[in-house]
């Protein structure tokens, strides 16, 4: 009789260990703990911090510092706070649309009605603090309510994080609730960025359509079977180079390519069986001619990998690089905000904190309920309305899309001052909302449900 694999063998049990293995295991072990990454996370944000304010000049020099990429004839020129943000967070953002699509096909987003929720809380949480930043700096300087669309947008990064810390206090519903939260408010940020900060360029609606021609191309392989990785990286390379040249954000592009991969598997689980057999008589000396046992190996490697989704087989090995590579780099490269209080508006500081922290669970929370009440959408079971709450109150995290909005909405004389001033209020609303979030969720989360 061979022996058979059970669901409770191990790979280290069924495998010799190298002396390589034994310090590389204990490693792997410790980046599957969810709350490591939040961790690293926090410890670069910190360092960010404390570099920007002592050595502002490295600080700077160092992220803008220039590369170039030669193509054939094409030469692009970048820093590498542009290489981090546009190139390196859209492989984040393909992560979050190959979860987002795990959840569409078989959980918490497969109903319509739930998947409904999350894209109207977004507008509540947009609407809400744009309104309370209006209503602090009506009658203040000029210009000054220029700055509504500061606080409208989620980092998803930073929520990541704290949701990462939080680990298995934050339900799994409630998680996907704010990622897709995220995602829809992302989109909604670039909207509110081209309709509010017009730049002089626009939108490259040429490029933008080349992209969405070449999206449309990914699906139709796909549903044709046409599944070549190499062929598929390649064409999403130039969708992302599409959306850089059109003007609209790149990340979106990673969003849109998880969102295409297909989450259902080619051959049922139950069909590998077949296979096994195969191997069982191998094992047991049954099939002797070699080319027999390549085949029946073949299948059985064939199998095992078209019965798990291609979805899960991507999304699976990113997380780590995403939780202790990707995320990382993107807090330290973002988060080293320098704290000037020369010239601080005071209205604009508080109007953008006061939105962030008060302004995204209000609008969240109300527009959420709203939905269910009328029955436009549906709330999962897996989370309670006050646990929703403390969502919202995460999503008060608006740190780098907040940061690029300063940038853009203030450009008169006064730009500096009012600039700094924003980026305060963004770092003190953006810190206190995690701090508040992340306390209320845990206490929360540690009573037992009613």
Request: net charge positive.
């Amino acid at each position: 009789m061979s022996a058979r694999v059970t669901s409770s063998d191990r790979i280290d049990d069924l495998f010799p260990e190298t002396p390589v293995r034994k310090i590389i295991t204990p490693v792997e072990r410790l980046m599957q703990v969810e709350t490591t990454g939040g961790i690293v996370l926090i410890v670069m944000t910190v360092a960010a911090l404390l570099w920007a304010n002592l050595s502002p000049e490295s600080y700077h020099h160092f992220w803008h510092l220039p590369f170039m990429v030669t193509i054939a004839n094409w030469t692009g020129t970048a820093d590498l706070h542009w290489f981090i943000n546009d190139a390196l967070m859209t492989i984040f953002f393909f992560n979050i649309g190959l979860e987002v699509k795990g959840e569409m096909t078989y959980g918490e987003l497969r109903d319509p009605k739930a998947a409904s929720l999350p894209i109207i809380a977004a507008a509540g949480g947009m609407l809400f603090p744009a309104l309370i930043y209006l209503a602090i700096n009506m009658g203040t300087q000029a210009g000054a309510s220029r700055g509504w669309g500061i606080p409208t947008a989620t980092d998803i990064a930073f929520v990541v994080g704290c949701m990462a810390i939080l680990g298995k206090k934050v339900p799994h519903a409630l998680r996907v609730m704010i990622l897709t939260l995220a995602i829809a408010d992302d989109i909604g940020a670039i909207l509110v960025i081209a309709i509010g900060y017009p730049s002089g360029d626009g939108i490259n609606f040429a490029s933008l359509g080349a992209a969405f021609a070449l999206l449309v191309l990914i699906n139709v392989f796909f549903r044709i079977g046409v599944r070549n990785l190499l062929l598929h990286g390649v064409i999403g390379v130039a969708v992302w180079a599409f959306f850089v040249k059109s003007g609209v954000h790149p990340t979106i592009a990673g969003v849109l390519l998880g969102l295409s991969v297909p989450a259902k598997a080619i051959i049922p689980g139950g069909k590998v069986a077949k296979f096994v057999n195969g191997v069982d008589q191998v094992l047991s000396g049954e099939i002797q001619d070699r080319s027999e046992k390549y085949s029946v190996f073949t299948m059985l490697r064939k199998g095992a990998s078209e019965s798990i989704s291609l979805q899960e087989r991507l999304y699976k090995p990113l997380v780590p690089w995403v939780n202790f590579f990707i995320m990382p780099l993107f807090a330290l490269a973002n988060a080293g905000v320098e704290i000037n209080l020369n010239g601080l508006r005071l209205p604009i500081t508080m109007a953008v904190a006061c939105a962030l922290i008060f302004g995204k669970p209000i609008g969240i929370f109300l527009f959420s309920f709203l939905a269910v009440k009328v029955r436009i959408s549906k709330k999962p079971d897996g989370y309670s309305w006050r646990v929703l709450l403390g969502g919202g109150m995460l999503a008060g995290i608006g740190f780098t899309m907040a940061l690029f909005v300063a940038s853009l909405a203030f450009t008169g004389p006064n730009a500096a001052f009012e600039q700094d001033s924003a980026k305060i209020g963004i770092l003190c609303g953006s810190m206190m909302a995690a701090i508040i979030g992340t306390v209320y969720l845990s206490i929360i989360a540690t009573k037992p449900k009613k």
